[in-house]
């Protein structure tokens, strides 16, 4: 069968209605790959709406040449289509080429699109060389407290990822006057300390270190400060 023939073929299945027949024939994609599918599977993962079936495609094509796929994929990252950004960093997370680190630009990394600022993230610190984990630190820093509990929890798996040499800018952010930004900065130490822990519970011990922090701090009799029973014997009324 000609290639343009079997192409023809694999983007018609991708197209079907049921999403279980697209999910099988991605499979089938990388179960018995060939270098002519490659870019039907890259066009299909800008476009496809269910998330197993797109899962399905990132494998299939990792089951396929690396360098020929890198080169398919790098160009989605400037697309201007999300989807097709967010996949091609998923994309490249799963074949972890180190040589593909410089495509994580800092324009993804801080990118308007919340999932494709996730991709972005997640990509980079498994990608990251040594000498460059600080200045990564750095640059997510810049995302503590933004957006919905998914984003958060994808940051601070980040900095999980990231390892030890992200602890000071975590620290520093965990000390800022922004609530928010304090709050999750402290959970993802938190999660730093315990990775295996689940967010929302690092985040409820963030909450209440934060509020132990910020608690008015009552004054100390020995100094001179009226306490209720002081206000009382003195005859003074009481707040």
């Given at each position: ?9 694999l ?9 279980s ?52 994929v ?27 680190w ?29 000498a ?33 040499d ?14 928010d ?42 100094a ?5 029973d ?10």
């Open positions: 069968m000609a290639d343009g023939d079997i192409t023809a073929g983007r018609a299945a991708l197209e079907r209605d049921d999403a027949l697209r999910l099988r024939a991605a499979m089938d994609a990388g179960t018995r790959p060939d270098d002519v599918f490659i870019e039907v599977l890259v066009d299909r993962c800008a476009v496809e709406p269910d998330f197993f079936v797109r899962d399905m495609l990132t494998w299939a094509l990792t089951r396929h040449d690396t360098a020929k796929v890198i080169s398919a790098l160009p989605e990252l400037a697309s201007p289509f999300p989807q097709a950004r967010s996949q091609g960093l998923h994309t490249l997370s799963k074949i972890r080429d180190p040589d593909t410089s495509a994580i630009t800092p324009a993804l990394l801080h990118d308007e699109e919340p999932s494709v600022a996730r991709a972005a993230w997640r990509t980079a610190a498994g990608l990251v060389p040594d460059e984990r600080t200045a990564l630190a750095a640059a997510l820093a810049q995302h503590f407290g933004r957006g919905e509990i998914e984003t958060r929890r994808s940051l601070s798996r980040a900095f999980v990822m990231i390892g030890e992200a602890r000071p800018t975590v620290d520093r952010a965990a000390e800022s006057d922004d609530e930004v304090r709050v999750h900065a402290l959970a993802t130490g938190a999660l730093m300390d315990d990775p295996d822990a689940g967010f929302e519970g690092a985040v409820g011990h963030a909450r209440r270190v934060n509020a132990l922090r910020t608690a008015p701090t009552v004054p100390d009799a020995a001179g400060g009226d306490t209720p002081a206000a009382e014997e003195t005859g003074t009324p009481g707040v």
